[in-house]
């Protein structure tokens, strides 16, 4: 049973709890003012003068509402896999209230009329925030520049190709240097294709002893080191996606060190499971880059911990049924994992692999920064906040998913970590109260 939050005022006082910042601090709720959309105070201010609403947050977190870098929202497309409503209300769900919207779109998010229609979709579908990602290729076929100039117009807050990569050195040298100029950030994912192939799994010992097609470890660092070279030859600002092998957290250290200006994110389930999740041939864990050896598990962590990796993302990518109903390698790839990404951090905040501010850093300050934005419990800025009992438990099955994708990372387990609120501007986006 849940207690609905009537927001009918321009007024919430949230009072009890543990107050969890993006840059990762931690302490007790003093108490916090929402007013106007808006944090208002925090302290001894906030229990000051009447409020329209009341709200008891003892025993749960209250942090900054989390950023995605990566949400495949499947709109414009046809539908089913998903649309802007379904996906924002997943996100929300998860506590996610801003999300960067793929450009993976049908058709692609080239021109700023696409642009448009997506950000007119989310005005009038969507409970979060939706920014839209640009592609940095015409139809990210890799070949012909988009009307950067455009997308950036239009609204779009960085440029990349998706999930695909751009395999002309000389094409990619000049959407690095166009970009530069309009001071906007470039988010690659680092494949290189020649080197990948038509592989979907780690090229390890899984693989082998299953007769799968590997992907290389150094089909990733081959691209990424061209990439890195690159950004430092022209001075884009240069992002990451989902990287996924220790090599790669090794090679953006040392490219920060040399003043590269370089950012990385990683998919929350390459921080919690392994290529061995393919043992039993199970379609889910079908992803890309490939779910890889513990080796890499663990240094993907320890990027996290040290900072060199900045953000964790869902990566969240909704399919219909078939499309995961095939033989493993004809499968699509992807998870739908927007809605349990808090959970699954929060299982490695118990192994004691991360700790909770960590967690909550990389989900809000970390990408937010990323953006040139800020995500912070600090008066004056919006009233995006997630609520979270981090001892309440809930399980990925039918009721309680929100997305169209039915393939989370994990249905066989209580997850922990329920979001009770979250708030977009002060207004709710997901509530699930007790009551």
């Not at 506590?95 to 997506?118: K, M, Q, R």
């Not at 940095?136 to 999930?163: F, H, K, P, Q, Y």
């Not at 990439?227 to 220790?246: D, K, M, N, P």
């Amino acid at each position: 049973m849940s207690t609905t939050l009537t927001v009918s005022g321009a007024s919430l006082r949230i009072t009890g709890g543990r107050l969890i910042d993006g840059d990762g601090q931690s302490r007790d709720n003093p108490g916090l003012l929402i007013r106007d959309g808006r944090i208002a105070a925090i302290g001894a201010d906030a229990g000051q003068g009447p409020v329209d609403n009341t709200l008891d947050a003892s025993g749960w977190v209250v942090a900054p509402g989390f950023v995605d870098l990566c949400c495949n929202l499947r709109e414009p497309g046809n539908g089913q896999k998903g649309n802007i409503a379904s996906e924002t209300r997943a996100a929300a769900h998860g506590g996610f209230t801003t999300v960067c919207a793929s450009p993976e779109t049908s058709p692609v998010n080239d021109s700023g009329a696409v642009t448009h229609l997506i950000r007119e979709g989310a005005a009038q579908r969507s409970p979060i925030r939706v920014l839209p990602i640009g592609a940095i290729t015409r139809g990210l076929e890799g070949e012909l520049l988009s009307d950067m100039a455009g997308l950036v117009g239009a609204g779009c807050v960085a440029l990349g190709n998706g999930s695909r990569s751009v395999r002309n050195a000389r094409i990619l040298r000049r959407c690095m240097a166009y970009a530069q100029t309009f001071g906007v950030t470039v988010m690659f994912h680092p494949e290189n294709a020649a080197l990948a192939a038509d592989g979907y799994a780690h090229d390890g010992a899984v693989a082998s002893r299953l007769g799968l097609l590997g992907i290389p470890e150094v089909a990733e660092t081959a691209a990424l080191m061209e990439l890195l070279l690159l950004a430092e030859e022209t001075g884009v600002r240069l992002h990451l996606s989902q990287i996924s092998c220790a090599r790669s957290v090794a090679m953006v250290a040392e490219a920060r060190a040399r003043g590269v200006r370089v950012t990385a994110d990683v998919a929350m389930h390459h921080l919690c499971f392994t290529e061995a999740a393919l043992a039993g041939f199970d379609s889910r864990y079908h992803v890309r880059p490939p779910l890889r050896s513990e080796a890499d598990r663990l240094a993907l962590l320890a990027g996290v911990r040290d900072g060199v990796i900045d953000a964790i993302v869902s990566q969240h990518q909704p399919h219909d049924p078939a499309a995961k109903q095939a033989p493993l390698g004809a499968t699509e790839p992807g998870l739908s994992s927007v809605e349990s990404v808090l959970s699954l951090g929060l299982e490695r905040v118990a192994a004691g692999e991360l700790t909770e501010t960590q967690l909550i850093r990389a989900l809000t300050g970390g990408p937010a920064s990323v953006l040139g934005r800020a995500a912070s419990l600090s008066v004056g800025q919006p009233a995006d906040l997630c609520l979270y009992d981090p001892a309440a438990h809930w399980q990925a099955v039918e009721p309680h998913l929100v997305s169209a994708g039915r393939h989370p990372p994990v249905r066989d387990r209580r997850l922990p970590g329920v979001v009770r609120l979250t708030l977009v501007e002060g207004r709710p986006a997901w509530q699930n109260l007790p009551g």
